[in-house]
């Protein structure tokens, strides 16, 4: 651990890694212009991802990628809270378990004897779970990966003492103000938007593709409806169920739906 001068009052920010593929790590380095100022306004005692210098907390604001997997993660994560005066998770394998939370569906070890040709030295838990299934926590900012420009919302409301200004609304809105085609309506090409919290700026749809929903559920988020449009679009349950099951599949309103998909027995 490195030393610091005694006189350093400014925040101090960690930076911390669980099962995760780093993107949104690298979105807060992706802020450029802008990390310069957060740099010189916070003190960022712990990132990894950026240098090898790291100090002792206890630590102001920590922002937590990646979601737990191993027996190793439940405890160094519990140190974490326990060193953190704020705690925020940041992207879809920290709220909601991740891609790798797909083996949540499967049979344990199933996926692991797929792709480790010796799966028994592996030491992992049965499932791939969000932070918040084990500690508290004051804030969590989804996608996959994160909006930069959310991210710094969200440090600059923690700094202030305010509570952050992200949208909750759907994709649709963001696909309105950019004035795109519905790809669904006039399509019947599948998309999650209508039930996908926006960040992406409707990315994919003004490209005439469909959601992925890569940013999780939205605030009133209707899977039910959209699942019942999609059917009379001629798509089955299990297209359906499989566009539940990508990069939030575990966040619980995704996950119910895809079940109720799976359990129609269409194919």
Request: proline residues 4%; glycine residues 10%; hydrophobic residues 35%.
């Amino acid at each position: 651990m490195s030393e610091i001068s005694a006189t350093d009052a400014r925040p101090t920010l960690a930076v911390w890694k669980f099962a995760s593929c780093d993107g949104c790590q690298l979105s807060l380095l992706d802020c450029e212009d802008e990390l310069l100022a957060l740099a010189g306004a916070v003190r960022i005692a712990h990132f990894t991802e950026m240098s090898r210098t790291s100090t002792d907390g206890p630590y102001d604001i920590s922002l937590v990628e990646g979601s737990i997997t191993t027996p190793d993660d439940a405890e160094r994560i519990q140190q974490v809270r326990r060193d953190s005066r704020h705690l925020v998770t940041i992207g879809a394998c920290a709220t909601a378990g991740g891609i790798q939370g797909l083996r949540n569906f499967a049979a344990e070890g199933a996926y692991a004897g797929t792709v480790y040709a010796h799966p028994e030295y592996l030491k992992t838990l049965e499932t791939s779970t969000p932070i918040s299934d084990h500690v508290a926590v004051d804030y969590e900012l989804h996608g996959c990966p994160i909006d930069r420009r959310q991210l710094l919302e969200v440090l600059l409301a923690f700094l202030a003492g305010r509570r952050p200004a992200v949208a909750g609304h759907s994709v649709c809105q963001e696909c309105k103000g950019r004035s795109n085609v519905c790809v669904m309506v006039a399509n019947a090409t599948p998309c999650l938007g209508p039930v996908t919290r926006a960040g992406c700026g409707g990315l994919c749809p003004s490209v005439g593709r469909g959601c992925f929903g890569c940013f999780g559920p939205s605030q009133s988020a209707n899977t039910i409806s959209l699942a019942d449009q999609l059917s009379r679009n001629g798509a089955t349950g299990e297209l359906v169920s499989r566009l539940f099951r990508t990069f939030n599949a575990n966040a619980p309103v995704f996950r119910a739906e895809s079940e109720r998909q799976s359990a129609r027995g269409d194919a």
